[in-house]
């Protein structure tokens, strides 16, 4: 069974870079037609989709963040990871590794996602 | 970016009646629209992928139906644990976009 699992600091410096890493377990980060990505919910607010990549190597972020995120995949070790650089306190969130698939014109929904991990942006 | 509506944003009923949830796109998202239940304290779970389909383990009672730009989540006879958050997302453009969310509350 597929399981996810995000780490990471809890407690992050204004103006410092947020680093998550996302680990898969119960199948191959490589195969295709899935998508991993990031999404984060502010306390008490919806979710946020923040950026996903593909098997392939791909990547699409959401443009709200774009120019402080990179998500990156690390196959030899099943993982994929988060950075966000310049955090505020609107940075502070709990984040959620996720797995969806788009295929062949339908799609499968984020049916697999981690714990969550609670983020503070806090000095 | 295309927006998702939810509405309404709070809806107040008792275990065994019949919950309606609606979700509007700004555009045409065909089918590729999923909803979400949460929890307080957990991820969100999927529970209706291209708009219509339960996911795995999903009871009946949950029925998603829509196309284009109106959706909708009927929970035909609620059971006590599915008073919660509820969520659409569309998968037609990037970004993906979530709805403001409907908290289903015990009334």
């Known amino acids: 069974q597929l399981q996810l699992q995000e780490s990471g600091p809890g407690l992050v410096k204004p103006s410092e870079t947020l680093s998550l890493t996302c680990t898969v377990s119960?199948?191959?980060?490589?195969?295709?037609?899935?998508?991993w990505g990031w999404i984060r919910q502010s306390p008490g607010k919806g979710l946020e989709w923040i950026g996903s990549?593909?098997?392939?190597?791909?990547?699409y972020y959401n443009p709200s963040l774009k120019s402080r995120v990179t998500i990156s995949l690390d196959t030899s070790k099943n993982q994929f990871s988060l950075k966000v650089s310049s955090v505020t306190a609107a940075d502070t969130a709990v984040y959620y590794c996720?797995?969806?698939?788009?295929?062949?014109?339908?799609?499968?929904?984020?049916?697999?996602w981690g714990q969550g991990t609670t983020v503070t942006v806090s000095s | 970016e295309i927006v998702l509506t939810q509405s309404p944003a709070t809806l107040s009923l008792s275990p065994g009646e019949r919950a309606t949830l609606s979700c509007r796109a700004s555009q045409s998202v065909t089918s590729y629209l999923a909803w979400y239940q949460q929890k307080p304290g957990q991820a969100p779970r999927l529970l209706i992928y291209h708009a219509s389909n339960r996911a795995t383990g999903i009871p009946a009672r949950f029925r998603g139906s829509g196309s284009a730009t109106d959706f909708t989540l009927t929970i035909t006879s609620l059971e006590p644990e599915d008073f919660a958050v509820y969520y659409c997302q569309q998968r037609s453009n990037w970004p993906l976009t979530f709805g403001g969310g409907t908290k289903v509350e015990i009334k």
């Open positions: 996720t797995r969806d698939r788009w295929l062949k014109n339908y799609y499968y929904g984020m049916d697999v």
């Open positions: 990549i593909y098997y392939s190597g791909s990547t």
């Open positions: 119960g199948d191959s980060i490589s195969s295709s037609s899935y998508y």
